[in-house]
């Protein structure tokens, strides 16, 4: 479950920016606009992400407008939680006891990934799905 968390986190912080981040310390914005405001806050576009892991394994991050978010790892298993940005960190919180996950992402190359690293240490690589 700790992958599929970690899944999401680095889709999330794919599409992560600086710019994104300064909007997030201006709260009176957002509040126009609830169901967008937590991904628009961290700067993670709300879509679809591949998630790769150390191991070579590829789960599937959603990030949606509204502030959730579904991780559907490699055997089709899927965690559904909340996404909210906490000191400069895209987190994700599973539905459930299990505990929550903030990653650390780097700026977005030209193709759209970034890496993202987990506050465990976990590194992905998250790459923007193409439709």
Do not use: R
Not at 58 to 85: E, H, M, P, S
Not at 104 to 130: E, I, L, Q, R, Y
């Amino acid at each position: 479950m700790k992958k599929l968390v970690l899944l999401a986190a680095l889709a999330a912080l794919s599409a992560c920016s600086q710019k994104t981040e300064e909007k997030k310390e201006t709260p009176a914005a957002p509040t126009e606009t609830a169901a967008p405001a937590p991904a628009t806050d961290s700067g993670t576009a709300p879509g679809t992400y591949d998630v790769k892991m150390a191991d070579g394994t590829v789960a599937t991050t959603t990030i949606n407008a509204d502030g959730t978010y579904v991780d559907t790892d490699a055997k089709g298993k899927q965690v559904k939680g909340l996404y909210a940005t906490h000191d400069g960190k895209d987190c994700f919180d599973p539905e459930g006891d299990a505990p929550g996950m903030c990653w650390a992402v780097t700026k977005p190359g030209a193709d759209g990934s970034f890496t993202a690293t987990a506050d465990d240490g976990t590194v992905v690589t998250v790459t923007p799905k193409k439709s």
